[in-house]
């Protein structure tokens, strides 16, 4: 490892250990190290399709069968192999010991919960469910049979995930609740995102204009990296987090 990137991972660890009230807001980069492809980036799924297009919900009214084959079923498969990696059970570390006040997701995958945190705010929804089109009743993912595609509800409605799709609203309370967090916090932690999402990756702006410092950590740069990061740690997340936690263990006992 470099000195460089040594450097970055102490700062984060002290800058981390001294907030008072971080917030993470996280992507599909902080699950890749968990088997989950992201949307965009090298592997992504961008490679083979136009997100854009397939997860949007004109394409899913117009043509559920074609979005559930090219998507949804296969993203079924990955998220019911996914496990946390230490990135996630980092962020639930944190939020035990006081630091975190809260996880603001864009991911739909429940790795965060599944890792042990309690304040978790699912800005694009979940995939652990399923909802029917026509009569709103919700089913478990896992319960769910693909023996005929789209699956179907009892009552011969179509299942849709019960995620914001791309040109749906998110809930109000989660905006709400976001920016409140953002607002407050004193560290924002940007992992794995690419910000380009909105209006996710405004968060990262109103922490920065309350006062927050921002710290990414993503392999590559983003929009936010000139302007609004005060520091991007570079490298995958799972990776980076076991060195911060490392770095503040020594910090912490000093
Ligand atoms: P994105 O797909 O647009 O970007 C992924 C980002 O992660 C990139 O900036 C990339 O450089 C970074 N990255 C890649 N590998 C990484 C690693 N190992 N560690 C850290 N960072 C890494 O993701 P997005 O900004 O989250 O937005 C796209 C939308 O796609 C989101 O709204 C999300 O709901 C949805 N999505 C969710 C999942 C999931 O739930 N796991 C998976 C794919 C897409
Ligand atoms: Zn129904």
Redesign the pocket.
Do not use: K, M, Y
């Given at each position: 490892m470099n000195t460089d990137h040594q450097q970055q991972i102490q700062k984060a660890a002290q800058l981390i250990g001294s907030a008072k009230c971080a917030v993470a807001l996280t992507?599909?980069?902080?699950?890749?190290?968990s088997g989950?492809?992201?949307?965009?980036?090298?592997g992504?799924?961008?490679e083979k399709m136009d997100?854009m297009e397939v997860?949007h919900i004109d394409s899913f009214r117009r043509d559920p069968a074609r979005v559930w084959e090219l998507l949804i079923r296969d993203?079924k498969e990955c998220?019911d192999r996914a496990r946390p990696n230490p990135?996630h059970l980092a962020l639930a570390r944190l939020e035990a010991m006081g630091i975190l006040k809260g996880v603001i997701t864009?991911?739909?995958?429940g790795?965060h919960q599944a890792a042990g945190n309690r304040d978790v705010i699912e800005?694009?929804g979940t995939?652990a469910w399923q909802r029917c089109m026509d009569c709103q009743r919700r089913l478990e993912t896992h319960r769910v049979e693909l023996d005929q595609i789209p699956p179907r509800c009892e009552c011969g409605g179509i299942l849709r995930p019960d995620?914001v799709f791309f040109g749906e609203m998110i809930p109000p309370e989660h905006l709400h609740r976001s920016r409140q967090l953002s607002e407050r916090c004193d560290v924002m932690l940007v992992?794995?995102?690419?910000?380009?999402?909105q209006p996710?990756?405004f968060m990262p702006v109103i922490a920065k204009q309350c006062g927050a410092t921002v710290i990414e950590?993503?392999?590559?740069s983003?929009p936010l990296t000139a302007n609004i990061s005060d520091l991007l740690v570079k490298?995958?997340?799972?990776q980076?987090f076991t060195g911060i936690m490392a770095a503040m263990a020594d910090y912490t006992v000093r």
């Open positions: 992507g599909s980069g902080i699950s890749v190290e989950i492809p992201p949307f965009r980036g090298a992504g799924l961008w997100p997860a993203l998220l990135a864009q991911n739909v995958d790795l800005f694009h995939f995620c992992v794995g995102t690419s910000a380009v999402v996710a990756a950590i993503n392999p590559e983003t490298g995958p997340a799972g980076v």
